[in-house]
């Protein structure tokens, strides 16, 4: 059984950094490519950065390219995503997902596992 736990939201001012942290179980980590969705108050979930298995290639929404940073650890069976310049635009639940294949991909449909999600606040 997969599983998927984010961790590292919170409560930030407008311009700091946060970095998630998405730790995977239940099968081999380092095969399956990976991504980060978000989901903000009366809004649908949306892409925010995806990261093959290898960790070699990535994509951003264009709302976060150049400040967000998506990487993965394959010996930890850990992804993060590293937050900077944050704006109050950024608040939602983010949520760490994974397909079954290895190729990354911007579409949430194509993701078969998800975390539960964790909130992050961006302060004005």
């Known amino acids: 059984q997969v599983q998927l736990v984010e961790s590292g939201g919170g409560l930030v001012q407008v311009g700091d950094s946060l970095r998630l942290s998405c730790t995977a179980s239940?099968?081999?980590?380092?095969?399956?490519?990976m991504g980060w969705f978000r989901q903000a108050p009366g809004k649908e979930r949306e892409f925010v950065a995806t990261?093959?298995?290898?960790?070699?290639?990535?994509t951003y929404a264009d709302s976060v390219k150049g400040r967000f940073t998506i990487s993965r650890d394959n010996a930890k069976n850990t992804m993060y995503l590293q937050m900077n310049s944050l704006k109050p635009e950024d608040t939602a639940v983010y949520y760490c997902?994974?397909?079954?294949?290895?190729?990354?991909?911007?579409?949430?449909?194509?993701?078969?596992?998800w975390g539960q999600g964790t909130q992050v606040t961006v302060s004005s």
């Open positions: 997902a994974t397909r079954n294949s290895a190729w990354r991909s911007p579409h949430s449909y194509e993701y078969a596992y």
């Open positions: 239940g099968r081999t980590f380092s095969n399956y490519a």
């Open positions: 990261i093959d298995y290898s960790g070699g290639s990535t």
